[in-house]
Nanobody, 127 residues
Framework: QVQLVESGGGLVQPGGSLRLSCAASGFTLDYYAIGWFRQAPGKEREGVSCISWSDGSTYHANSVKGRFTISRDNAKNTVYLQMNSLKPEDTAVYYC????????????????????WGQGTQVTVSS
């Protein structure tokens, strides 16, 4: 069964850091791009970052550029999202999802271009 499991969320103060993990089970991430999305209450799902597996090329939305970094660990079949300088507006449920091939060229990222959504992990930034 193809499955991605997100973890690493939690409560953090403004300015703090978290590292989210997206672990694949039932399939290898070879030949897939992985996107991170987030959804805050009452808002649409927003594309945050994407990494293409073949060449490691990355994309980050303007709202997180310079603060978030997406990376991968081939041996662990896992993608990470390092989040620094967190702000209250980063509060959301964060999801990862796969896409065959490369990250899509369309900006912003469209969740319709990705599939196999997991349960997500809650990130709350509050003092």
């Amino acid at each position: 069964q193809v499955q991605l499991v997100e973890s690493g969320g939690g409560l953090v103060q403004p300015g703090g850091s978290l590292r989210l993990s997206c672990a694949a089970s039932g399939f290898t991430l070879d030949y897939y791009a992985i996107g991170w999305f987030r959804q805050a209450p009452g808002k649409e799902r927003e594309g945050v970052s994407c990494i293409s597996w073949s060449d490691g090329s990355t994309y980050h939305a303007n709202s997180v550029k310079g603060r978030f970094t997406i990376s991968r660990d081939n041996a662990k079949n896992t993608v990470y999202l390092q989040m620094n300088s967190l702000k209250p507006e980063d509060t959301a449920v964060y999801y990862c999802a796969p896409r065959a091939g490369h990250c899509p060229g369309k900006r912003p990222l469209d969740s319709a271009d990705f599939g196999s959504w997991g349960q997500g992990t809650q990130v709350t930034v509050s003092s």
